[in-house]
């Protein structure tokens, strides 16, 4: 059974920092794409960066660049997501994601992740 367990959510000022990590457990985690989503109060579940099952490449939404990085420890089965500059529009519930465990890339599109997290609240205020 997949599990996907998202941690490090809270709320912080505008202009601070989080660092949101995901463990995964029952997949071969070295092998498989994450990503992190984020859905804010009465929108749209939206991508905000990926990362292939390698490591070796990232996608990032134009929202979040320069200022979120992904990275993943795969000896820990565990992707961080670290937020920077944070502003009061970036307050959502973000989601972890898992793609199919075939070394797939990153991928923008919910559709194409298979396992989700339970998701963890960031709220940022002014």
């Known amino acids: 059974q997949v599990q996907l367990v998202e941690s490090g959510g809270g709320s912080v000022q505008a202009g601070g920092s989080l660092r949101l990590s995901c463990a995964a457990s029952?997949?071969?985690?070295?092998?498989?794409?994450m990503g992190w989503f984020r859905q804010a109060p009465g929108k749209e579940r939206e991508f905000v960066l990926g990362?292939?099952?390698?490591?070796?490449?990232?996608l990032y939404a134009d929202s979040v660049k320069g200022r979120f990085t992904l990275s993943r420890d795969n000896a820990k089965n565990t992707v961080y997501l670290q937020m920077n500059s944070l502003k009061p529009e970036d307050t959502a519930v973000y989601y972890c994601?898992?793609?199919?465990?075939?070394?797939?890339?990153?991928?923008?599109?919910?559709?194409?992740?298979?396992?989700w997290g339970q998701g963890t609240q960031v709220t940022v205020s002014s």
């Open positions: 994601a898992a793609r199919s465990s075939i070394r797939l890339g990153a991928s923008k599109k919910d559709n194409e992740y298979l396992y």
């Open positions: 990362i292939s099952w390698g490591g070796g490449s990232t």
């Open positions: 029952g997949l071969t985690f070295s092998n498989t794409a």
